[in-house]
């Protein structure tokens, strides 16, 4: 297996030059092409199962009936408006590519009908349909070139594979992914869409160009699983998410795996709130994380009530020689929280751009990973947003977006406390409406995912 994929990377590098270099034309066209067996054109089918290629109309629904196979050469098109029902264990598996192009007006949903989300406080997570896996996700091959999703709901997905082709990383009965991304030299592209619900991880990537911007995050993992885990080779951009109720962490980083491009990841600008709660390991769970050999930046994040502040790892170490960070804002509302805006047993070197300032609660002798106490700051320095309430005593079990608007109101004290003297990391992500991202959008002066000039997020 190991050659088979190595061969398979190889050959891809030249495919993924001739895409990139292709894709700075003005007629962009789609140059994945491969001598292989296509796909049923979809046409007028309704329902879909097998392997299938083409077009899903705008405003039209579509059932799918069996397992998706999207073959490398081949091109899965959602227009605007799309409604698909899951209806079983099934999932879409990419050799080829999908594109998604929802709009604000006129979003595209994955989802299961007749499914209700059950948003509140006293829901058990253990029955919380949320957490189930009704659907397998979206799993992409080791030479899928190309996973776009713009304006998309993804909804209820996580489910064992259920008889799934050969795919490198994915087993039949095994844990799967609402998205699984694994192409070094393939585009992930996910903007201003919505992903709710997870078993486990809500994305995973295995390498891959990605760019992961202003979307929103909520109710993934049950016992365990980030929002968006980047293992060997992932290299892009995390900005302007928000991440609601994670059972872990909002983005986590590491170079765990084989491979010869190092994870170096951007993650600036997001709303990270009430994380870290549901991962049944101790000492685990938290906000972001960098680990095992990656590196890149972080800065301009507002971390709520997260069981564990911005964590660098010692063991296996992060390559802190090239990891650069701050400008983090924390608010917690009990002592265990505020107690760990820079981990215990952990290497955070506290900034003095993060806010509360370090040196107003830090003991002056503090060494990176201490125990120490501050009742302090125990419901102070509230970031004032618009529809939530703080404090909030019950956010272990908060892990919803419902009606919670997180922009900031006029006088909080995150406005303005950002750092945009830094630039998004450059991957060969494009700008383009079909093949490339929307906007790349530029480090925020106020903290979080929402822009008092009204860039951001736009959820």
Known sequence: ??????????????????????????????????????????????????TIKGTLKTGRSYNIVGNIIVNFGDTLWLQNGVHINVAGRYGFYLHGAMISLGTKLSPNTITVDGVTKTDNATQNPSTDVAFKGTWVGISCDTICPLLILKWTHIEFAGALHNTPPSFYNVTNNGTSYPILFQNPNGFFIMEDS??????DDAIRTYGGKIHIMRNTFEKCGLTGGEGLN????????IAFNVFMGIATNGPKASNKGVGTVQTNVAIYNNTIVNSGYRRSSTGRGGSINYEEGSKGYSYNDLIVNCKYGFRVVPNPP???????????YYYG????????????????????????LYTSYLPTNYIEGAVYNAPS???????????????????????????????LQGSSPAIGKGNTAFSPLINGVILNARYGADEITLPGADMGAYQSNGKGNQH
């Open 1 to 50: 297996m190991k050659n088979i994929f190595t061969n398979r990377i190889i050959g891809l590098t030249i495919i993924a030059a001739s895409f990139i270099m292709s894709c700075t034309k003005p007629d962009l066209i789609n140059l994945y092409k491969a001598p292989v067996a296509k796909g049923v054109d979809v046409g007028d089918l309704t329902n879909l199962s097998g």
């Open 318 to 328: 992060a390559d802190t020689l090239n990891l650069t960070y701050g400008n983090h």
């Open 230 to 237: 980047m293992k060997v080779g992932t290299v892009g951009n």
């Open 377 to 407: 700051l125990v419901s102070a320095n509230d970031p004032q947003f618009v529809n939530f309430p703080l404090p909030m005593f019950n956010f272990k079990s908060v892990c919803y977006m419902g009606s919670y608007d997180f922009h």
């Open 194 to 199: 919505w992903l709710y619900g997870s078993v």
């Open 333 to 356: 509302d009990s002592l265990s929280v505020v107690n760990q805006f820079y981990p215990t047993a952990y290497v955070t070197h506290p900034e003095l751009s993060d806010f509360p």
